[in-house]
């Protein structure tokens, strides 16, 4: 759970030059294809026949659903792009997992914080689901058979209610004229929103200091300090199904060496030093020095070391350990990391990744080195967006 770990939300794109004439605000008539990675729809747009820019182009559009027919209007994209952005306004044949968003600022043009909250959440958790698989297929290269796949689905986390009010940590922007808002997606405009419904009611937003959380699983519990701006799980279940997953991953047993990296504040290390006990021994290494300071304090009996994963890992020379833990930031732990890990050649890696894309990319380099996709579980962390969190086990397989 590294203390630098996610973006935040909304992030919006870098300007580009225009490629041709402007498509933003025509619209559409169009049948919506499946999901993509990142809460989008694919949809194929017919372009004026008889003209230089005569032809499709394909579509990703936001507020829809599989099969549905739909009005999409463009919200970026010109005669020279390779694909556009687009909207929903209109549903003219709606999905049966389609409903009335329970937020009066998620949709078309509005906040860009919810992608899927016209979603029924069981059929968030399938998309989900979907997106996992095909990214696993694509960049992972797993056959679509396989039955860690066909058999995935994405699951609830204890205190979620409704998909709602679980954002135990919450940033609003200034709104023009007073108040709080939050952006439009992709834009700086912002939205005056009076009451964000994902948002716990005593979230807390971002500032100097540190809270104390506790964690429960199983029956044994721990505190953490945690910097306020910096990173923790914001679902309240997170934590608990998170561990559990790992440590059933793992089975981590007395004696074992395990290695926590991008380790936060000591979360998987405080519950690995229950397991390894006093002859075994867990080195964390994260990041963020605010939060591997904390990891000491939160973890005497683990060795905290403060500093840039594939730093450390290249200064830890040829140690050895029985088991890692690899929570990464979204862009994954990526090759030069993914080698210097089978390198000190552990039994067993659990890999906790909060974007398939990314996970799906190092299930390949690990494939190189031997090491298979073993298990693999999935949970809504982070309902009423695309979001996903994954713990997948990659067993060396020599």
């Known amino acids: ?45 017919q372009i004026e026949a008889g003209t230089s820019k005569e032809g499709s182009r394909v579509v990703f559009v936001r507020h829809a659903l599989p099969g549905e027919q739909v009005v999409v209007e463009i919200t970026e994209g010109t005669a020279g792009d390779r694909f556009w952005r687009g909207d929903a306004v209109s549903v003219l044949e709606e999905s049966p997992e389609r409903v009335v968003p329970p937020c009066p600022y998620a949709g078309p043009g509005l906040c860009g914080g919810c992608d899927l909250q016209h979603v029924s959440l069981s059929g968030q958790r399938d998309l989900k689901a979907t997106v996992l698989r095909e990214q696993l297929v694509r960049l992972g290269g797993l056959d679509a058979a396989d039955p860690l796949l066909t058999a995935l689905v994405v699951e609830a986390v204890p205190g979620d209610v409704d998909g709602l ?12 004229g007073g108040g709080r808002g939050m952006r439009k997606y992709r834009s700086h405009e912002v939205i005056p929103v009076d009451d964000c419904l994902i948002a716990a009611v005593d979230a807390r937003e ?28 914001v679902h309240p279940g997170a934590p608990e199904a998170l561990v559990s997953a790992v440590l059933a991953a793992l089975s981590p047993a007395p004696g ?16 690995l030093a229950d397991r390894v006990g006093p002859f075994g021994k867990v080195v964390a290494v994260e990041g963020d020095r605010t939060a591997s300071a904390l990891t000491a304090s939160n973890v005497p009996s683990a060795e905290a070391i403060a500093g840039d994963v594939g730093t450390v890992l290249a200064d830890l020379g040829e140690r050895s350990f029985d088991l890692v833990v690899l929570d990464p930031p979204r862009e994954g732990a990526r090759r030069a990391v993914v080698e210097a890990v089978v390198a000190r050649t552990p039994r067993k890696v659990a890999y906790v990744a909060c974007d398939p894309a990314a996970l799906a990319r190092d299930v390949a380099i690990f494939a190189e080195h031997g090491y298979r996709l073993r298990s693999l579980r999935a949970f809504d962390l982070f309902p009423m967006t695309h979001h996903v969190e994954a713990v997948a086990l990659l067993e060396r397989t020599d």
């Open 206 to 233: 971002p500032a100097p200091g540190t809270v104390v959380e506790r964690v429960d699983v199983g029956g044994v519990a721990h505190t953490f300090e945690v910097a306020t701006d910096g990173f923790w799980q």
């Open 165 to 176: 009010r679980w954002r135990t940590r919450q940033r609003y922007v200034a709104a023009p």
């Open 256 to 271: 074992d060496s395990a290695l926590d990296l991008y380790a936060g504040v000591g979360l998987f290390s405080a519950y």
């Open 1 to 45: 759970m590294s203390g630098t770990r996610r973006p935040p939300r909304g992030r919006r794109p870098r300007p580009k030059a225009a490629k041709g004439e402007s498509y933003v605000g025509r619209r559409f008539e169009v049948e919506v294809g499946p999901v993509a990675h990142g809460g989008h729809f694919v949809a194929r747009v």
